[in-house]
């Protein structure tokens, strides 16, 4: 901790700062009575999981008594408390890590930021947990030209009649409690319980694109892209701040402490200790935004962005280029950047996800799919975890001297990019959304076509091998499909729901055998009566018992 020299006695002197040994590396296993792997491990629902937290100074020692915040990418299914135990509740996958972030953890003045490493964020490595066996889900789905919803419970397969919103919606998006489900539009928020599918809560004050929710569920990231103006809305007390600037894509931290968004103008990024600032993005990271109104538009703008796992910085979309952000301050440049350039791989792409595993930046536009490895790629094969000690790989912040941060260099590894068209008969007009499956093996590309009868959906199964292709194949969608246009996987990893135009169905894809099962019509219409494809997704387990 660094901090400033108090008065002793009344007795005033010239200001000073004294400096302890910070925290260099956070280390998390899982326990050997789990798991023979301390970094991968599988175990029934209802298993407590006690992982074990090494921490260690700039000295090599061993310290205790931080506070660490501890964050599970999947925190319905498999939830981790403030000290690092972890409640499994149904079969899912979730990676696990555990954060020191400033001023709650490592705290510095800010004009000492980086003096002898103080002031930084530190991450640990992840493990990833695997809640094994199959549950039924409840799902929900929307369409930005429809003015319903429609839920169903897989455990009986039955639709219930649509259920009529006060408006449109832009945006669906559920909190990760699973508690509340938010629909945005140009008039209002609006808010539906998932335990009732009733609307709990209007908002005219607030309206726009719900871009994200936070991973605690307080607070919801809301975009006017007409007005410009970005809303982070606090739930409880529906008190909200705002920043002028025209958001597309929005993502939290895992730990929750920062919020990234991207536009086709800037970065903006929200820390809870720091506040809002803005970072001007480079012209060849401008993608091919839209405007996402309740009309019936693309909701799938871009430029996009994905938050690495678990927090090291964030990639950015481009056509020209991806571009990486570092949480690390470069503390070196006058003023000092706080988000600094981290990489840039020279691929295209226009929309971006990240596994879990914390090895891939899946990306993708109309021509190919991208992936971007992250890690040290002189030793392929070596899983992340395995090598806590590159400050690369386990999130510590490269010091330049003993008093500035340089911030943080991505090692970066593209594989050549895979043209769509060797599993589509045509080239898509626009990409939707690249999605990942909850345990990193494979991802789904959805998108829109330019009239062209193309019933096949991309799967990109990741390879095993660190550094190596992965294989790219379609999925054949039964029925009159023009489109894949959106889906979102169930919990236990073991279908990939996908909303398609031209028949307007609802299609469930067997992930281990690729093929599509069965088709469900959610019945949604527009108000003229005509039916609509699902563009809007929102999952949960259902309780068996």
């Given amino acids: 901790m660094v901090s400033p020299r108090p008065t002793i006695s009344n007795v005033s002197s010239t200001a000073g700062s004294f400096a302890t040994c910070p925290p260099a590396s956070i280390q998390v296993q899982i326990p050997s009575t789990i798991s023979s792997n301390p970094y991968v491990g599988s ?35 498999i939830s981790v408390g403030s000290g690092g135990a972890v409640s499994t509740a149904y079969p899912s996958t979730a990676a696990i890590t555990a954060t020191c972030t400033p001023p709650s953890c490592n705290p510095s003045v800010i004009t000492q930021i980086g003096l002898l490493g103080n002031g930084l964020p530190v991450v640990s490595n992840s493990v990833q947990l695997t809640s094994t066996g199959r549950t039924s889900t409840l799902l929900w789905m929307a369409s930005p030209q429809s003015q319903f919803f429609e839920p169903i419970d897989l455990t009986t397969g039955t639709l219930g009649s649509p259920i009529l919103l006060p408006y449109k919606p832009n945006s669906m998006v559920m909190d990760p409690g699973g508690n509340n489900i938010y629909f945005g539009n140009y008039r209002e928020l609006m808010a539906v319980s998932t335990s009732t599918n009733s609307l709990s809560k209007q908002d005219s004050t607030v309206p726009g694109v719900v871009l994200a929710v936070s991973p605690d569920s307080s607070t919801l ?13 606090t739930v409880s007390s529906a008190a909200h701040t705002s920043i002028g600037g025209l958001g597309t894509r929005a993502a939290f931290s895992p730990d929750g402490t920062t919020l990234y968004v991207t536009g086709p103008n800037a970065l903006y990024v929200h820390n809870s200790f720091s506040g809002w600032s803005t970072y001007p993005i480079e012209t060849t990271q401008t993608g091919a935004g839209c405007t996402l109104d309740n009309l019936g538009t693309s909701p799938f703008c871009s430029p996009d962005l994905a938050v690495t ?156 091998t660190f550094g190596e292709a992965g294989a790219l194949t379609g999925v054949p969608l039964a029925g009159s499909v023009t489109a894949p246009l959106a889906g979102i996987f169930s919990p236990d990893n073991t279908t990939f729901f996908v909303g398609t135009s031209g028949d307007n169905l609802v299609h469930l894809i067997n992930v281990q055998t690729l093929t599509d099962t069965q088709q469900i019509n959610p019945g949604l219409k527009d108000p003229n009566g005509t039916p609509v494809p699902v563009q809007f997704f929102a999952v949960k387990p259902r309780p068996t018992t």
């Fill in 221 to 233: 990231v809301i975009a006017d892209q007409v007005r410009q103006v970005i809303y982070l809305y």
């Fill in 43 to 77: 175990v029934t629902p209802g298993t407590a999981v006690p992982l074990t937290t090494t921490i260690t100074d700039t000295n090599g020692n061993q310290i205790t008594g931080l506070s660490l915040n501890y964050s599970s990418t999947n925190p319905l299914e």
């Fill in 309 to 464: 796992i678990p927090s090291e910085g964030i990639f950015l979309s481009g056509p020209a280029d991806t571009s990486a952000y570092s949480f690390c301050p470069n503390t070196t440049a006058s003023p000092y950047l706080f988000y600094p350039p981290a990489a840039t791989v020279p691929e295209g792409t226009d929309h971006l996800t990240a596994t879990t595993d914390r090895i891939h930046i899946l990306g993708a536009n109309p021509a190919s799919l991208t992936d971007i490895y992250l890690g040290n790629a002189t030793t392929p094969g070596v899983p992340i975890e395995s090598n806590p000690s590159n400050p690369t790989l386990n999130g510590t912040c490269v010091r330049s001297t003993t008093s500035t941060v340089a911030g943080l260099t991505f090692t970066v590894a593209p594989v050549a990019p895979q043209s769509l068209t060797q599993v589509l008969p045509a080239t898509p007009a626009a990409i939707d959304q690249v999605v990942a499956s909850p345990n990193s093996t494979i991802a789904f590309v959805t998108y829109q076509t330019a009239g062209t009868t193309s019933p096949v959906l991309p799967a990109y199964t990741l390879a095993s």
